[in-house]
């Protein structure tokens, strides 16, 4: 029963208590010495004159308030807020008694407090957050948007919502973001996806996770969606990746150099003593000779190809300092 956990009381028209439930020991009062004690003695000071003045109302018209709240002392210091719903005995056609089912609501007004600070955070961090946040009905139409996705894709916030993907961004990018969230609707499952798209600013990349949002209840009402603009990461993926193949390159060169400086210079050797062997007048000697520029020319090329190495490798101009 209601009243088991509630403090039932009944007072004259004047407020003095001629009965009080045994729930008020639970706040440190005993029934009996609640009884000839004024009511108005146990209301904070901040609440009394209204408790005051409903008191008055109900004995000049006959009728209480529908509900009333503020906030009783506990015998041992300290008030718990409390709702009261009341109503008269009446003699005579006139109110002689006054009869309050009091509810003690501390733990309810607290957890109604604690609430409005958990959706004033979740408000905060929606608004302020730098990654783009939507959120979509089961029909695909837009419900709300932060700040970030506005101002990232170049929309009025105002405008968007009741809107579906295809009456905010081009007919190209609808298809594929209304097949997401249905997939997402339909399986219960977070959807990522990587994707370009061409906005005023230049073409972007974005990463988007969609994921299924519940009621209390557990079943799916819509689609929640954050949205990351990814554009600078692949940029610094692209010069990674740039600057990795010249790296290879370069010690590809560099090892080429190597083996061919070796071969040139037994070449060159080689030619250099048949030359000093054969005599000056012979065709052969001719022929040695021209064997001779042409290894000299091929280090030269080595050369360029070795300083090629240099600037390409990892301590080089095109492979960054270490």
Do not use: W
């Amino acid at each position: 029963m209601a009243s088991l956990r509630d403090i039932i009381y009944t007072a004259g028209m004047g407020g003095k208590i001629v009965y009080a439930s045994p729930k008020m020991a639970a706040y440190g009062y005993s029934s009996k010495e609640l009884v000839g004690r004024s009511i108005f003695d146990l209301i904070h000071p901040g609440d009394r004159t209204f408790a005051v003045k409903a008191l008055a109302n109900a004995r000049k018209t006959g009728r209480t308030l529908p509900m009333i709240s503020y906030r009783l002392r506990k015998k041992s210091g300290g008030y718990f807020f409390m709702e009261q719903k009341s109503g008269l005995v009446k003699s005579g056609g006139k109110p002689v008694l006054i009869t309050g089912v009091v509810r003690d609501v501390s733990e309810k007004l607290c957890a109604e407090a604690a609430l409005m600070e958990s959706e004033a955070t979740l408000r905060n961090i929606f608004e302020t957050a730098k990654d783009a946040i939507f959120i979509k009905d089961l029909s695909g139409r837009y419900i709300k948007l932060n700040r970030a996705c506005a101002d990232l894709f170049g929309l009025k916030p105002g405008a968007v919502p009741g809107r579906t993907e295809a009456g905010v961004f081009p007919p190209e990018a609808a298809p594929a973001a209304a097949k997401e969230d249905l997939a997402v609707i339909r399986t219960g499952k977070t959807v990522i996806r990587t994707y370009d798209r061409a906005l005023a600013s230049g073409k972007h990349y974005f990463n988007t996770v969609k994921t299924p949002l519940r009621n209390v209840g557990g079943e799916i009402i819509g689609v929640l969606g954050v949205v990351r603009d990814i554009t600078d990461l692949k940029k610094a993926e692209s010069k990674l990746a740039r600057a990795g193949a010249s790296a290879a390159m370069g010690k590809l060169a560099g090892d080429l150099t190597h083996d061919m400086n070796n071969a040139l210079a037994a070449i060159g050797g080689y030619a250099t003593l048949i030359e000093e062997d054969v005599e000056d007048s012979g065709l052969v000697k001719a022929e040695i000779r021209q064997l001779i520029k042409a290894v000299k020319r091929a280090a030269e090329l080595t050369l360029r190809l070795e300083s090629f190495a240099g600037d390409a490798g990892p301590g080089g101009r095109r492979g960054g300092k270490p």
